[in-house]
């Protein structure tokens, strides 16, 4: 079945950096759309980012703009974000998810996104 697992969350201050990583197994990898979402205590879950089957479109929500950077590699089933200038308000739980559609070049809400990762932890301190 579907597995993603993420790591690389953690305390870090303000405008620090933090890379995330997904690894992903149970489908081929290489054909779906890649996101990460978050979700903050007394918020919803809100959409970070989002790759394309093959890397070649991005997307990006406005707050993070031109300090995250949204990654993958096909050969080694994973995605990646890294996380830079990093502000109090990004503390959330980040997840990964993984497209519903195969060679997607478009998702980036919640219902383009069929399997979730348990989260990790994000904490920004000021």
């Known amino acids: 079945q579907v597995q993603l697992v993420e790591s690389g969350g953690g305390l870090v201050q303000a405008g620090g950096s933090l890379r995330l990583s997904c690894a992903a197994s149970g489908f081929t990898f290489r054909r779906y759309a890649m996101g990460w979402f978050r979700q903050a205590p007394g918020k919803e879950r809100e959409f970070v980012a989002a790759?394309?089957?093959?890397?070649?479109?991005?997307r990006y929500v406005d707050p993070v703009k031109g300090r995250f950077t949204i990654s993958r590699d096909n050969g080694a089933n994973t995605v990646s974000l890294q996380m830079n200038s990093l502000k109090p308000e990004d503390t959330a739980v980040y997840y990964c998810?993984?497209?519903?559609?195969?060679?997607?070049?478009?998702?980036?809400?919640?219902?383009?996104?069929?399997?979730w990762g348990q989260g990790t932890q994000v904490t920004v301190s000021s």
């Open positions: 998810a993984a497209g519903r559609r195969q060679y997607d070049s478009s998702a980036s809400e919640a219902a383009d996104f069929g399997s």
């Open positions: 790759i394309n089957w093959n890397g070649g479109n991005t």
